[in-house]
């Protein structure tokens, strides 16, 4: 038998570089997106080129009813003799508000990508793997989860007041489903930094912004991956928040790094 991993935000930018690193540890990796394009076909391609192998699987997480439908298509689409053995949750709403301007909706859609689809796409994969035998698995995988969170959440400020939120409900589910899902699934998370420009950075504020760190650099999307793959393997390790960040919460930023770092108002 082989392993699949569902990688939700699978196709684009920290979630096309833990698909490729997956892959190129021998997963098959099911990409999930909102809607399928020639960027999302050529990660698949890459993938395959790999020696690895790939499916796609639409679903777009802010409808209630994506994800039993996305980890039923997920299931469906897996190659022959080949079992859903891992899950990372990478698909994330990202918009500016904050508690002064915050409204329902914001929350409410927030919540809805970012803690709702994972916990129930986490429910449903270990509801799986008690039902199922994985000892034939290539590799005697451990079976694991891991949330992608942000390294806001240990130096909280109060910018993307809706997003912060949305992933500090998801940080505490963490620590609650590692205990539940016990010793079938372990569940971890990993805590990037700046990893990438937001849409209304600068090259230079992003320079900038990374050389600010007390590393004096950023971290890239391949180390977000590396830190997923560390997880993967580590059999051990279970309930664990791991930051990636080259020590940027160690600066407890008052507000956000675009406004600190391009001179923006909120």
Request: with cysteine; proline share 5%; charged share 15%.
């Amino acid at each position: 038998m082989n392993g699949a991993v569902l990688v939700t935000g699978g196709g684009r930018r920290i979630g096309r570089s833990i698909s490729l690193s997956l892959a190129s540890i021998g997963f098959h990796v099911v990409i999930q997106t909102r809607s399928a394009d020639n960027g999302i076909n050529s990660v698949a391609d890459e993938i395959r080129s790999l020696g690895s192998s790939c499916t796609i699987v639409e679903g777009n997480l802010e409808s209630l009813d994506s994800p039993q439908k996305l980890f039923s298509d997920s299931i469906e689409s897996l190659p022959n003799e080949t079992i859903l053995v891992g899950l990372v949750n990478c698909a994330s709403m990202f918009q500016w508000d904050a508690p002064s301007n915050v409204t329902s909706e914001s929350l409410i859609s927030h919540y809805k990508v970012n803690s709702v689809a994972p916990i129930l796409l986490s429910s449903l994969l270990y509801n799986y793997l008690k039902d199922i035998d994985i000892s034939s698995v290539e590799k005697k995988i451990s079976p694991c989860i891991v949330n992608i969170l942000d390294q806001k959440l240990v130096a909280p400020h109060p910018d993307h007041f809706s997003y912060t939120l949305s992933k500090q409900a998801l940080s505490g589910a963490t620590i609650m489903m590692a205990k539940e899902f016990a010793p079938f699934c372990r569940v971890n998370a990993v805590l990037p930094g700046h990893v990438l420009a937001s849409p209304d950075q600068t090259s230079s504020g992003f320079e900038k912004a990374q050389s600010e760190s007390p590393l004096g650099y950023g971290p890239s999307p391949s180390d977000i991956a590396e830190a997923v793959v560390f997880l993967f393997g580590a059999k051990s390790v279970t309930a664990q928040l791991l930051v990636v960040d080259a020590g940027e919460h160690l600066l407890g930023r008052s507000r956000d790094v675009v406004f600190e770092t391009e001179g923006l108002d909120g």
